[in-house]
């Protein structure tokens, strides 16, 4: 029995498309505390994150049972960047170990906190997938109270693909009436592209209880409009609350045009479209380098990591 790297199970869900992978999250709970995040109906104080007892050790041992030919995905129930890693520095040496061993990794992460490592990640088989649900800083601090604002993660991608290591974006959740003008999403997606994102995955939100109370107290004048689509109009899947799947499939069909407009590929995440999908993965684990080059265009010494735009709340 493994003890903190565990095959990747969304709860046997079947509109999960993603290959094979390792979960590994060195933290419990999560502190960017975003309105519309599940893990609360299942990590109890989901949004006070802790430090898994004694888990560099125990990942060391994990590490020895593993199929290596298998990616490992970090994190998938926190971000490995919540606001205590900037002092504990706890995912920096889980990365250092993952890359002087040689396993393949996607980070998946909402802070731009990732760019300190990038000296582990340039020399590993590395990709980073970056959450971005939308350009606006004023709608970001609602949905993302205590994530590093749209425009520092935009930057953190820019340093990372400069710097040779594939990265990916997710446009993830989409909320209707919140982030879905289609403007402002081109407006996103325009510069992920620029700045050399090569995938886009995407969904749309989907309600539990206990996220839904969040959006309505920091959405109040959203009520109405979230209550008829989810509650009345919308359906359950697998435990979760869909939008109707019209709508869904209008939103991803929307996204991809442009995603593919810009030459990246697309996917939607768990909405049961994979004929929209034009990558071999959903989840960009297509893009780790299969060996592990040194892909350094720029110096490291031509950006000030130290000055990145991180605040711990
Ligand atoms: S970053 Fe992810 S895990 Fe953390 S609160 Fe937000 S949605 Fe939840």
Not at 68 to 82: G, Q
Not at 284 to 292: F, V
């Amino acid at each position: 029995m493994p003890y903190v790297l565990r095959l990747f199970d969304p709860w046997r869900n079947p509109m999960c498309t993603c290959p094979p992978k390792y979960s590994l999250s060195p933290y419990t709970g999560c502190g960017h505390m975003c309105r519309y995040c599940y893990i609360t109906s299942y990590i109890r104080d989901g949004f006070k994150p802790r430090v898994k007892e004694n888990f560099i050790s125990k990942l060391l041992i994990d590490l020895r049972k593993i199929d290596r030919s298998i990616p490992i995905s970090i994190s998938n129930s926190s971000d490995p960047y919540t606001p205590q890693e900037y002092g504990l520095k706890i995912t920096r040496e889980t990365l250092r170990i993952l890359a002087s061993r040689g396993f393949k990794v996607i980070v998946l992460t909402k802070s731009d906190m990732v760019v300190r490592d990038i000296d582990i990640l340039r020399r590993g088989m590395f990709t980073v997938s970056m959450t971005v649900t939308t350009i606006d800083d004023r709608i970001a601090s609602v949905l993302e109270p205590y994530a590093p604002p749209p425009l520092s993660r935009i930057k953190a991608l820019e340093m990372l693909t400069s710097m040779g290591i594939p990265c990916s974006a997710r446009i993830d959740p989409i909320i209707p009436g919140v982030n879905d003008d289609p403007r402002s999403l081109a407006k996103l997606i325009s510069r992920l592209a620029e700045i050399g994102v090569r995938h886009i995955a995407s969904s749309t939100y989907k309600a539990k209880p206990d996220n839904f109370r969040r959006m309505i107290e920091a959405l109040p004048e959203k009520s109405t409009l979230l209550r008829r689509l989810y509650y009345d109009e919308g359906y359950i899947i697998h435990g979760v609350r869909y939008l109707p799947s019209k709508l869904r499939l209008d939103y991803m069909r929307m996204v991809k045009e442009i995603v593919e407009s810009y030459g990246m590929t697309f996917s939607s995440c768990r909405e049961g479209f994979r004929e929209l999908q034009s990558s071999p993965t959903c989840d960009g684990t297509h893009l780790i380098p299969s060996e592990n080059p040194s892909r350094s265009r720029i110096s490291l010494d031509d950006y000030d990591v130290d000055g990145i735009g991180y605040v711990s709340p």
